[in-house]
């Protein structure tokens, strides 16, 4: 049973730069939420996808969007990056329908912004 | 707006002590309180508490919630290097789909 699986693992991108970044939810699950993770600070929420809706919503700027996809998958978009966005992403899934909705994490994706 | 915090924000023991880790919070319509621990990239989960005054236990950790203070502790006895980690402490409350996390504590353990 394949877990929270995320990639790239680590990526470099220059400041005014575009980048995506992908997550496969746990099976059976089938919500995905997206965390960032600044160096030595807890995550912060981006917003939260369930039946390719954006339904929830953190305090990012437009920048970030993101989208759900039928196999429930799912992609941040990050667009004219800063160095501020450099960070590890979480994804995170879980199961709508799951009253004790418990959360899996991804191992993240390192995201420098040189 | 959801606040966690957690102390000591890090903690450095010797392998055998036994620590406790704190965790407040301010959160409208509460649902339930999460912790978590994080070694090098995914948290990974330990514990949610929905109820006030019961403990959960899972090997040599344990923790409760404390409704009416607003706060839970989360304890490790008899400590091992695998113990150190980042541990993060999480909210979530009824009609909001996420989580609310402190910046965690730093747990070093000393062999």
């Known amino acids: 049973d394949a877990g929270v699986t995320q990639s790239p693992t680590h990526l470099i991108k220059t400041r005014g730069q575009q980048v995506t970044l992908r997550c496969s939810p746990k099976?059976?699950?089938?919500?995905v939420s997206w965390y960032q993770q600044a160096l030595g600070q807890g995550p912060q929420f981006i917003f939260q996808?369930?039946?390719?809706?954006?339904?929830q919503r953190g305090n990012f700027p437009d920048r970030f969007s993101g989208h759900q996809f039928p196999n429930y998958s799912s992609e941040l978009n990050v667009n004219a990056l800063l160095l501020g966005d450099s960070a590890l992403y979480l994804c995170?899934?879980?199961?709508?329908?799951?009253?004790?909705?418990?959360?899996?994490f991804g191992s993240g994706t390192r995201l420098t912004v040189v | 707006e959801d606040k966690v915090v957690q102390s000591p924000l890090s903690l450095v023991v010797h392998e055998g002590d036994t620590v406790t880790l704190n965790c407040s919070y301010e959160v409208t319509n509460f649902r339930s309180l999460l912790w978590y621990k994080q070694e090098k990239k995914a948290p990974t989960f330990l514990f949610m508490l929905?109820?006030?005054?019961i403990e959960k236990k899972s090997g040599r950790l344990s923790s409760i919630l404390d409704k009416k203070e607003l706060f839970s502790i989360l304890n490790i006895t008899a400590t091992q290097t695998g113990d150190s980690a980042v541990y993060l402490c999480?909210?979530?409350?009824?009609?909001?789909?996420?989580?609310?996390f402190g910046t965690g504590t730093r747990l070093t353990i000393i062999p």
């Open positions: 999480a909210s979530s409350n009824f009609g909001n789909e996420k989580l609310t």
């Open positions: 099976s059976g699950h089938d919500t």
């Open positions: 996808y369930y039946e390719e809706e954006e339904r």
């Open positions: 995170a899934s879980s199961r709508m329908a799951d009253p004790n909705y418990g959360y899996t």
């Open positions: 929905t109820s006030s005054g």
